[in-house]
């Protein structure tokens, strides 16, 4: 597939190089190219690293891709993302973003409870088939489930496509994810958005961005 990964930070460090080991074409998007490589040193290295990937802005990474994931910072990704729904028609889009307001302490989440991220760029993606996934992991975590349990843990998918959701849960199975829960609709988001604050006292308490949530049934 041709994905478009929106986002220079973490998630895409973490998920490029492992999505172009599975054969697929990455292009990256970013507010800037010129400022990314320039100015963030982390991106510019990855990307010396791997020749394969471009760079584009996030309007021009868009085109052509099959598959679209937000991995923009949580408080701008619906106002980045707006503009782009006219191109993002049809397309799936895979939504990582969490919702954490870093501008109080303490990690408030916001939307929370009544809304989530997902619902809110599904809103202003009304043509597009967002999926809510991976959020409830380190971004590490994300492409080396193996490496916690055994891959013995769960990652959730939330949409309103079952079509989308297929794809995407074919997605996670190839990065080696075994356990994929089908939580429901997009409104589902706002469960595993909440998870986000469990995850941060989890984090704290056993010391490691390394671990996973596992459903027991
Ligand atoms: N890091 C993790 O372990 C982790 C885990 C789970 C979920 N998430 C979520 O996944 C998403 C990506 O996380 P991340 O850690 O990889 O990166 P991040 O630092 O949260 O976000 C970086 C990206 O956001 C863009 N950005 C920042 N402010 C912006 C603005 N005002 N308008 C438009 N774009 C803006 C940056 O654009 P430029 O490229 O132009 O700088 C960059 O591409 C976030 O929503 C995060 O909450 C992260």
Partial sequence: MRIALLGTGAV??????ELLS???????????????LEANKAYARLASRYPALELRTFADAVPGADLVVNAIDGPS???????????LVGRVVVDVSSPFDWSVPDAVLDPVNTDSLGER?????????????LNTLSAQAMTAPALIGDGDHTVFVSGDDA?????????????GWKDVLDLGG?????????????????????GTHMF????VR
Avoid: N, Y
């Avoid at 895409?12 to 190089?17: D, E, I």
């Avoid at 079509?163 to 996670?172: F, G, H, Q, R």
């Fill in 22 to 36: 599975l054969d697929h074409d990455v292009v990256v998007g970013t507010r800037s190219p010129r400022t990314t």
């Fill in 212 to 215: 996973g949530f596992k459903i």
């Fill in 121 to 133: 760029l599904q809103r202003a993606l009304p043509r597009s088939k967002v999926v809510k996934t």
């Fill in 186 to 206: 997009i409104r589902s988001a706002r469960a595993t958005e909440m998870m986000l604050r469990m995850w941060i006292d989890t984090s704290a308490a056993v």
């Fill in 77 to 87: 990704c619906v106002a980045a993302l707006t503009p782009l729904a006219p191109a």
């Fill in 163 to 175: 079509s989308a959701k297929a794809v995407v849960s074919e997605l996670l199975t190839s990065l």
């Fill in 12 to 17: 895409c460090h973490a998920l490029a190089p």
